[in-house]
Nanobody, 132 residues
Framework: QVQLVESGGGLVQPGGSLTLTCAGS????????VVWFRQAPGKEREAVGC????????????LYSDSTKSRFTIAKDYSDNTLKLQMKDLGPEDTAAYYC?????????????????????WGQGTQVTVAS
């Protein structure tokens, strides 16, 4: 059973930082292409960034959306095979439910993509609220 679980959300003041974690079960997450996306009430899903699965001779490379690339970092934590979303300089516009999702594609090369429709497996999400 392939499952993804997001955690680490909460209430943070503007300008603060937060790190989210994506954990996979039923598959070895570092091998797979994964995207972070978010959705605020009344708004469309928005890709935050993605990272490609690792191959035998390379590590997956991240790609960020224009709205988050200067403030957010996606990195794999190989100590527990999770995926982190490190966020800083948070503002109210970052308030949303955050999800990680995978398309379960192996050996796809070092890059990833930000089109969300093919990332069809995701978790329950974790809420990030940025407010004073």
């Amino acid at each position: 059973q392939v499952q993804l679980v997001e955690s680490g959300g909460g209430l943070v003041q503007p300008g603060g930082s937060l790190t989210l974690t994506c954990a996979g079960s039923g598959f070895h997450l570092p091998y797979y292409r994964v995207v972070w996306f978010r959705q605020a009430p009344g708004k469309e899903r928005e890709a935050v960034g993605c990272i490609a699965g690792d191959g035998r001779s390379y590590r997956g490379v991240p790609l960020y959306s224009d709205s988050t690339k200067s403030r957010f970092t996606i990195a794999k934590d190989y100590s527990d095979n999770t995926l982190k979303l490190q966020m800083k300089d948070l503002g109210p516009e970052d308030t949303a439910a955050y999800y990680c999702a995978t398309d379960l594609v192996l050996k796809a090369g070092p890059g990833c993509y930000l089109t969300l429709q093919k990332y069809d497996r995701w978790g329950q999400g974790t809420q990030v609220t940025v407010a004073s």
